[in-house]
């Protein structure tokens, strides 16, 4: 599946963004708040530096894999989509604050897209189940994206839309696209946990199996060999 996927998501890198905007724009009505707040996005980003949010199960997995990557300066684990400032690991782990785990990541454009980490995000987890990823169970670890931009939003749910089309996966993606509202920095513990817990058995289990499938997908991609 990994290779099928990256094979059609490469296709997809291709095709020009007006294609996209055309595709996407006008097929659902997601409700009032969020046409609302998609409308307080700006409509592009500026500059060099970006920054994307995906939601795509445990923090500490999704950080691991997008730290490898070629022009991502940085990743950050936290939570976004709650309505409470500020909420604690327990309070986001209950499954009733509203968030999802999350990292945020600052990007270098002339070195990777946010065209390149979408397709990153969709093979870093199953974005079929939904709220869970494996063995990790509850609407914290749903698959999300949380769009800075207008451009973001409407390229995630292109990709999602021709993902479906072509029944890439046996079952519908079931990942949400929102404007980005919030993100609130986990605690410190949290940061570059697998680098520094490597050898707890849920790195060892759960993390490193998906850092090998991770890392052979996007070996031209890496910042190094390892």
């Not at 949380?146 to 451009?151: K, L, N, V």
Request: with cysteine.
């Amino acid at each position: 599946m990994s290779n099928r996927l990256h094979n059609f998501l490469t296709i997809l890198l291709g095709f020009a963004f007006l294609t996209a905007c055309a595709q996407s724009s006008g097929k659902r009505n997601e409700g009032a708040d969020k046409t609302a707040a998609l409308a307080q996005l700006p409509a592009h980003s500026t500059g060099t530096l970006d920054t994307a949010t995906f939601g795509a199960g445990c923090f500490w997995c999704v950080e691991a894999q997008f730290a490898t990557l070629k022009g991502v300066k940085s990743v950050l684990s936290g939570y976004s989509g709650g309505k409470k400032a500020n909420p604690t690991y327990s309070q986001v782990s209950s499954g009733r604050s509203g968030h999802a785990e999350v990292i945020q990541v600052l990007f270098d454009t002339a070195t990777i897209s946010y065209d390149e980490l979408l397709e990153a995000f969709f093979l870093s987890h199953d974005p079929t189940q939904l709220d869970r990823q494996g063995n990790d169970v509850g609407p914290q670890y749903r698959s999300v994206i949380f769009a800075h931009t207008q451009e973001q939003f409407k390229k995630s749910q292109y990709y999602i839309d021709q993902l479906n089309k072509a029944a890439v996966y046996k079952d519908p993606i079931v990942t949400a696209v929102e404007p980005f509202a919030a993100f609130y920095k986990a605690e410190d513990y949290h940061q570059q946990y697998y680098e520094k817990n490597g050898g707890e058995a849920y790195c060892v289990y759960v993390i490193k199996p998906k850092m090998e499938k991770f890392r052979k997908v996007f070996k031209d991609k890496l910042k190094t060999s390892r």
